[in-house]
């Protein structure tokens, strides 16, 4: 029996490996939120075999989630963790990273400043965090597939969409994480590195 393959995450899992290269360093913790079916966590923890990968995600992924890291049978996979950032705290452990791919787009932004929140609470100095994604600049989509992609998004919910890059920058700014990098990626995606500052009191 094998694992889920996703079109998508087939397509998007090595350039987003070679971004995290850059930052990841062995023998740390890493929670993703949004694990969907657990594609990315098999194929990341076997790149980063000294890190544990933390998978979470709303209770209703857990079936296939569950599945497929039985399948996989890697030790440096944990989880899943119910995580709603609506109403979930994190899991009661220090993370040193923080992985999110294609779920910005996806929440409302009501529940992205909650993520936001959460990340600026829990994370310690130093920490870095990852978004996935498309991101729309100074309020324009970057490709008329974005634009499409948006008004799919918006037939499904309304309270979706392609996040303003200028937003979500400003939001993590105020909640005392700094920009590191915006990366450029595949088919109209970035891959935005954040850094946790230092905390005040």
Do not use: C
Request: proline letters at 5%; charged letters at 25%.
């Amino acid at each position: 029996m094998k694992t889920t393959v996703t079109p998508s995450v087939e397509r998007n899992k090595a350039p987003i490996l070679e971004v995290l290269k850059l930052y990841i360093t062995e023998h740390a913790r890493l929670l993703e939120i949004g694990s969907g079916t657990g594609e990315h966590a098999i194929f990341f923890s076997t790149h980063f075999p000294e890190m544990i990968w933390f998978t979470s995600d709303v209770k209703e992924q857990f079936g296939v989630i569950v599945e497929n890291l039985r399948i996989a049978k890697l030790k440096n996979v944990a989880g899943p963790a119910v995580l709603d950032v609506s109403t979930d705290d994190f899991p009661d452990r220090p993370f040193n990273y923080v992985f999110s791919a294609n779920t910005l787009h996806i929440m409302s932004w009501k529940e992205n400043k909650s993520l936001f929140k959460l990340l600026g609470k829990r994370l310690r100095e130093g920490a870095i965090v990852f978004f996935y994604g498309p991101f729309n600049y100074d309020g324009k989509f970057t490709s008329p597939s974005n634009e499409e992609f948006d008004k799919w998004l918006k037939d499904k919910n309304p309270k979706s969409g392609v996040r303003n890059f200028e937003d979500v920058l400003k939001s993590m700014n105020e909640k005392g994480l700094k920009l590191l990098q915006d990366h450029e990626m595949p088919a109209n995606n970035r891959l935005l590195v954040f850094e946790r500052l230092r905390h005040v009191s």
